[in-house]
């Protein structure tokens, strides 16, 4: 019993404790719960604020979105008009940008016209002085249309005797021979007496027609119009071997037999034997050099005849020029006179004289390129050739007309267009080799012309004695320019 008091007084005393305990426990809950709903309470205030600025800055962010669509409708719209205005702008300034460089293209070629005019004015000028002159010299020099006359008399009644031997001898042949000679004798006293009638009739019409003027002209132009000629010969030949090679297919020894002799000797005849065996035994795929330079020859050759020759209506007839080297000064003048009056009642039509110099000229390029081993026919060189370079060949053959009245009309007489003529041997004193590698001495026994390439010009002599000075050495291609070439 006696132990059992403490024991509750113990009790009690924790139970009161416990309860102290429970009691601030309880004031501590009431605490957070009464800190808990303050704090609930302030959330809820700040969460409708927030609420409330997140509303507001919607409306503002919609707000500054149409605001920023207008802005950017408005700049768009801006941006489009200032790219209009920027093309037009553009499109001007283009146009003003063309017209300005015509009108400067424009300004230069009138400024050149003009400089060259004013070149050609001052060369004419200086023409025209040279031209005054070697007329004065000539004046003083030359003899009068009487003596002239007289001269001319003199060289027909020596014809006239030489005719009269040519009857005789006529007259004592025998049979056919006899008969053919009496008919070549009536032939020639007819043409003699007819060339004698219009020498009395337009030889006093001479000097006041070939001494115009308005139509003289010197050995420089004739020169500078070779030099000219030969250098547009040189680049067509170039041009047309190098299109024909690509064109068509070549092969050494397609032309045989018969075929062979007779094509070979036609364009022999023309550009000389010895490059015709060159053409027929090189190869000319690869390099058309031999093809060049023999299309040179064929062309330099007819151009060289055409230079001279007075062609009648239909390029087959031709008034002959007379080899005047051992003749006096006054018949090369008269036989001048004479041919130019005559060549006017010939009826020259220069459009049919050009236009079948251009065919005859493309038919011998047509043969050599046959000669070389072309696989295409005649008929299809000669297209080819007309379709691509008719009017080339046009061009050359007007130059040589041209060259032809320039000759005619010069003050200078005695002018003599030349080619060398192949297996010539070689001399630097009257012609220039144009293919010249450095490495032949061409002044030697075996240094032979194999062709020629350019025209030049000769002037001859106005004594009796023959020769005369070289105003242009023509150029040729020697037989050493085949060593190269393969085979």
């Known amino acids: 019993m006696g132990r059992s008091v403490p024991r509750v007084s113990r009790l009690s005393k924790l139970l009161e404790e416990a309860k102290q305990e429970n009691r601030r426990f309880e004031e501590q809950v009431q605490s957070l719960l009464n800190q808990s709903m303050t704090e609930t309470s302030s959330l809820q205030s700040k969460i409708a604020e927030l609420r409330q600025r997140n509303k507001e800055a919607l409306a503002e962010c919609e707000r500054t979105k149409k605001e920023k669509e207008d802005v950017v409708a408005t700049l768009t719209k801006k941006n489009d008009a200032i790219k209009a205005t920027l093309q037009q702008q553009n499109q001007e300034m283009r146009q003003a940008l063309e017209e300005l460089n015509r009108s400067s ?77 009496r008919d070549d004798s009536t032939t020639l006293v007819q043409e003699f007496n007819n060339i004698r009638a219009l020498l009395a009739n337009c030889i006093p019409e001479r000097p006041a027609g070939m001494f115009s003027a308005s139509t003289m002209s010197s050995s420089n132009e004739v020169v500078s119009a070779l030099r000219k000629l030969n250098s547009d010969i040189h680049q067509d030949a170039t041009i047309m071997a190098e299109y024909m090679a690509e064109s068509f297919g070549f092969e050494k020894g397609k032309v045989n037999g018969n075929e062979e002799t007779a094509l070979f000797q036609q364009v022999g005849t023309t550009i000389g034997p010895g490059l015709v065996h060159f053409l027929g035994t090189k190869n000319h795929s690869e390099d058309p050099i031999l093809i060049q330079i023999a299309f040179q020859t064929h062309i330099a050759r007819y151009l060289c005849w055409l230079s001279t020759a007075w062609i009648a209506s239909g390029g087959k007839e031709r008034l002959g020029s007379t080899d005047q080297s051992n003749t006096t000064q006054t018949v090369t003048t008269a036989w001048s006179a004479l041919s130019h009056i005559l060549s006017k009642h010939l009826q020259f039509d220069d459009a049919q004289l050009c236009s079948a110099t251009a065919s005859k000229i493309i038919a011998g390029l047509a043969d050599i390129l046959l000669v070389a081993g072309c696989d295409g026919t005649r008929p299809q060189l000669c297209d080819a050739l007309k379709q691509k370079f008719s009017e080339k ?70 004594g009796p004695s023959s020769g005369g000075r070289i105003l242009l050495k023509p150029k040729i291609a020697l037989e050493s320019v085949v060593d190269n070439l393969d085979d």
């Open 105 to 181: 293209a424009h300004a230069q070629a009138e400024l050149m016209d003009a400089r060259n005019a004013l070149l050609v004015c001052r060369q004419q000028l200086t023409q025209s002085s040279a031209q005054l002159e070697s007329l004065r010299k000539e004046q003083t020099a030359r003899m009068s249309l009487t003596d002239r006359v007289a001269v001319l008399e003199a060289e027909l009644k020596a014809k006239d005797t030489e005719l009269a031997e040519v009857k005789k001898l006529s007259s004592q042949a025998k049979s056919a021979n006899a008969a053919i000679s």
């Open 393 to 462: 060949v046009s061009l050359l053959a007007k130059s040589g007309m041209r060259i032809n009245k320039v000759i005619a009309n010069s003050i200078d007489r005695g002018l003599d267009v030349v080619v060398i003529k192949p297996a010539t041997l070689f001399d630097s004193t009257c012609m220039d080799d144009g293919y010249d590698d450095g490495e032949h001495d061409k002044n030697t026994m075996n240094n032979r012309v194999l062709c020629p390439t350019d025209i030049g010009l000769r002037q001859r002599s106005k």
